[in-house]
């Protein structure tokens, strides 16, 4: 069974930092691109970040460049999202899944809850 689960979410003040795990099981994470979408309450799933599995290039919306780095750990068959000078507005449900294009995803996770609050 393909499963990905995702680990590290939380309540963070604005300013802080969170990393992200999201770790597969039943399939070989870097056999696919992996992408990184959130959905926050009311609105609908974005992406926000993608690693390719063929030379990890990464790729990041205009919204976190510079504040959130995506990567993969082969050996732990996980991927990572460090997120740095987080904002209120990046409080959301994120999920991971194999596949960085909404409409062409394979699998996704459960996701986990980000909260930036004071």
């Known amino acids: 069974q393909l499963q990905l689960v995702e680990s590290g979410g939380g309540l963070v003040q604005p300013g802080g930092s969170l990393r992200l795990s999201c770790a597969a099981s039943?399939?070989?994470?870097?056999?696919?691109?992996i992408g990184w979408f959130r959905q926050a309450p009311g609105k609908e799933r974005e992406g926000v970040s993608c690693i390719s599995s063929s030379d990890g290039s990464t790729y990041y919306e205009h919204f976190v460049k510079g504040r959130f780095t995506i990567s993969r750990d082969n050996a732990k068959n996980t991927v990572y999202l460090q997120m740095n000078s987080l904002k209120p507005e990046d409080t959301a449900v994120y999920y991971c899944?194999?596949?960085?294009?909404?409409?062409?995803?394979?699998?996704w996770g459960q996701g986990t809850l980000v909260t930036v609050s004071s």
């Open positions: 899944a194999a596949g960085c294009r909404l409409g062409y995803v394979e699998v």
């Open positions: 039943g399939f070989t994470l870097d056999y696919y691109h």
